[in-house]
């Protein structure tokens, strides 16, 4: 008998192929997100789990589920799982990372380029048929060319923040608990600097840490006030890295001119305020929402989920 695995969302056809060749595929219909108790009650009989980074996988869904042996975990951050409860019960928990880094690093771009230019009103005030033709003050925006953007969190989706910043010549500075290899920093043009001086000296700040403990709400309410008056905020890593209440403050003040998010704190909800500002971009989480990068994660939680049920150690263990 193939191992039994609850899939709480559709994933791309090649990967629900692959899974449905190897394993006894259980999933919700329609899909639609779940709630911790759907995912329990679907879950309960099965060897594995495939678990999005919306699916709250806290003890007690770990612990509805006696037989389970591996949650693969469908995105890089795995902060939705309890670890600690994971690890206690036996759990393996896999994820994603490296495949969306490129996409996520694209997605940050594009948000930065398109607070500071302002495209979303422009795209609103062509449509509106409200236009009156070119303006010499008509939504102007701020340029990139030579100013500082400030990387929090150096990994792989900072680096290729960085790669792109280059192309645009900005001055690129970031901070991470470790510094990066210096043959890195070199050849991104970048140095190290400590958080206090990136958030007072930066134009664009640009969010690519995990989501954990120490890194929860980083940009707190003291570090809104340090923040450089008049810069912009991006964030394309979780919301919880933010005050959010704090940002909003100084994005209605115009103490940051703008922000470019992806991520919200208690997604799907998104707090009305946000949605009220005409200087925010809001994406709906879609960083890594490319045909090839997701079809590369579904690919890859097959893989991990193939070598955890097969007992082996599979390629993206977490716990
Ligand atoms: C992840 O995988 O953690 C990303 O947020 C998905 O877009």
């Known amino acids: 008998m193939p191992p039994r695995v609850f899939i709480t969302r559709t994933l791309p056809e090649t990967v629900m192929i692959a899974m449905t060749r190897r394993f006894e595929v259980l999933r919700a219909e329609p899909d639609r997100p779940l709630s911790a108790a759907e995912i329990a009650h679907g879950a309960r009989d099965c060897e594995g789990l495939v678990s999005m980074l919306s699916d709250p996988i806290g003890d007690t869904v770990l612990a509805a589920c006696p037989k389970l042996r591996v949650v693969a975990n469908f995105a890089a951050g795995t902060n939705n799982v309890d670890l600690a409860a994971a690890k206690r019960r036996g759990i393996t928990v896999t994820n994603t990372p490296g495949v969306l880094t490129e996409a996520t690093a694209d997605m940050a771009f594009a948000l930065l380029l398109a607070v500071a230019r302002r495209i979303v009103e422009g795209d609103a005030l062509t449509r509106s048929g409200r236009w009156n033709g070119w303006g010499p003050t008509q939504l102007l925006g701020q340029g990139v060319q ?48 400590p958080l206090d001086e990136l958030l007072r000296t930066s134009d664009y700040i640009s969010l690519h840490c995990p989501l954990t403990p120490e890194t929860r709400n980083l940009l707190s309410a003291e570090a809104f006030r ?23 403050d100084a994005l209605e003040s115009g103490a940051l001119s703008g922000a470019g998010l992806d991520v919200y704190t208690g997604e799907p909800r998104v707090n009305p305020r946000i949605l009220a500002l005409s200087n925010v971009v809001a994406a709906p989480h879609a960083g890594s929402a490319t045909y090839a990068t997701r079809d590369r994660m579904g690919m890859m939680v097959f893989d991990n989920l193939s070598a955890a049920l097969a007992g082996q150690t599979p390629p993206n263990r977490v716990v």
Request: charged share 30%; glycine share 12%.
């Open 226 to 248: 340090t923040i450089k008056h008049g810069a912009y905020l991006i964030n394309t890593a979780r919301g919880e890295v933010v005050d959010e209440d704090a940002m909003i």
């Open 146 to 193: 030579a100013r500082r953007l400030g990387i929090v969190g150096m990994g792989r989706i900072g680096q290729a923040v960085a790669r792109r910043a280059q192309g645009f010549g900005m001055d690129v500075v970031y901070h991470n608990r470790h510094r990066v290899d210096e043959r890195t920093e070199r050849s991104l043009d970048c140095h190290w600097v």
